[in-house]
């Protein structure tokens, strides 16, 4: 098992570029979700999701989207980067809401 | 708005000693008290969970304690090491399955 995989692990953009970061995870779990970690500002929900074709907003959605086609896969979409989204970005999977996260090892993410 | 207020931010601690941190939430119905262990480099992980129906919880030398009343709960690293060196989070969620997290708190062991 990999569990949850993030790419890529560095990215440096541009303001007003778009991309996407890619999150999947080969344990079946049905709940997945995206953080960003800024300093101080402890782990910010971004958007999750309970399963394949649902998604629902977190604590800090604006400039986000998301899609869930796939039990696998959970990807995160920057629309148009702002130096604002510099942070680091973490996917997490579960089996349900009462069981532990698995988390992945991060994107560190530059916006200039 | 923060849901979820930990305290404090950094902690010092000598080798043996006790580390406690401290959350506190507003939201009645968060029915489920994570808290994760990150160290630099690397995700967060589960490290200890709570239900608001116990008020302790213990795993070796971590133990939740839970107050339902005041709606705060602590970590408690009993004879912490420099191994346990990291930062510290907690958490909280309901059934929208939202799980929050509150701002975290470094810990530094020295030996």
């Known amino acids: 098992n990999a569990g949850v995989t993030q790419t890529p692990k560095f990215q440096v953009l541009k303001t007003g570029q778009s991309m996407t970061l890619q999150c999947a995870q080969d344990?079946?779990?049905?709940?997945m979700s995206w953080y960003r970690q800024d300093p101080g500002m402890g782990l910010r929900l971004i958007h999750y999701?309970?399963?394949?074709?649902?998604?629902d907003q977190g604590e800090v959605p604006n400039g986000y989207n998301v899609s869930r086609s796939t039990t696998e896969d959970f990807p995160l979409r920057l629309l148009s980067a702002a130096p604002s989204q510099t942070s680091v970005y973490f996917c997490?999977?579960?089996?349900?809401?009462?069981?532990?996260?698995?988390f992945g090892s991060g994107t560190r993410l530059t916006v200039v | 708005q923060q849901q979820v207020k930990q305290s404090p931010q950094s902690l010092i601690v000598q080798k043996g000693g006790i580390s406690i941190i401290n959350c506190a939430y507003e939201?009645?119905?968060?029915?489920?008290f994570p808290w994760y262990q990150q160290f630099p480099g690397k995700g967060p992980a589960l490290l200890i969970a709570?239900?608001?129906?116990?008020s302790e919880k213990k795993e070796g030398r971590f133990t939740i304690s839970f107050n339902k009343s005041a709606k705060q709960f602590s970590l408690h690293i009993m004879d912490s090491q420099p191994g346990d060196s990291a930062t510290y989070f907690c958490a909280a969620n309901y059934n929208t399955d939202k799980l929050i997290f509150g701002t975290g708190t470094r810990l530094q062991v020295f030996p």
């Open positions: 997490a999977s579960s089996y349900s809401r009462v069981y532990g996260y698995t």
């Open positions: 709570i239900r608001p129906d116990v």
């Open positions: 939201n009645t119905a968060f029915d489920y």
């Open positions: 344990m079946n779990h049905e709940y």
């Open positions: 999701s309970v399963g394949a074709g649902i998604t």
